[in-house]
Structure formats: structure tokens, C-alpha cells
């Protein structure tokens, strides 16, 4: 199972999201793995930080940060200049993602 995690959302993103991924390591199943949605850089600098291989992770890097009250179907959803702007931002990708994959 591939399980998404935006690692931008949150008080004390990204770091302590990514913390808890790394947490959560030892208690998946073989074929599970964790996609961390967000900064690539900011994801592979604290991965890093805690000593933690990046390829353990599936990484999506995202550009834009959505607001604490968006709610990510709408941003999808805004007209076309705005969509294009926005497309990158993680909690959009995610739902993007849901329906691909």
C-alpha cells in the first residue's frame, strides 16, 4: 500500500512530520511504502538530519504551500490562471495522485 503524507501541513512542518514517517518505518508491512508530498529539499535535508536514506521513501516535490483553511478540491477546481499556480501544491497533488494511482 503506498500511503501519502504532506509533510507541508501542520504546525510543525515539515520536520515533524517527517519525523513520524521515519517513526513509522519498522511498523510497515514489505510492500507498503510512504510518499512524502512536499519541498524535495526541505524533505531531503531533514531526512539527512536524522540519518535516514531518501530512498526509503517515495519523494513528490511540490512549489506551493496551501493555506491552513483551503480546502484542496477547491483549489483544484479555481479558474485556469490560478489552477496552473496552485497545481503544485502538496495537499492538491495528493488528490491528484489518488486518482492515478
Do not use: W, Y
Not at 17 to 45: C, F, M, Q, Y
Not at 62 to 73: D, V
Amino acid at each position: 500500500m503506498r500511503i501519502g503524507i504532506d509533510v507541508m501541513g501542520g504546525d510543525f512542518a515539515p520536520e515533524a512530520i517527517i519525523e513520524g514517517a521515519v517513526d513509522t518505518l519498522p511498523h510497515l508491512a514489505d510492500d507498503d511504502r510512504l510518499v512524502l508530498i512536499g519541498d524535495k529539499d526541505s524533505i531531503n535535508r531533514k531526512l539527512n538530519d536524522l540519518g535516514t536514506d531518501s530512498s526509503v521513501f517515495t519523494v513528490v516535490h511540490t512549489t506551493h504551500q496551501g493555506h491552513m483553511f483551503k480546502n484542496p478540491i477547491q483549489a483544484l477546481l479555481l479558474d485556469t490562471v490560478c489552477c496552473k499556480e496552485k497545481r503544485s501544491m502538496a495537499s492538491v497533488v495528493q488528490v491528484i495522485l489518488v486518482q492515478c494511482l
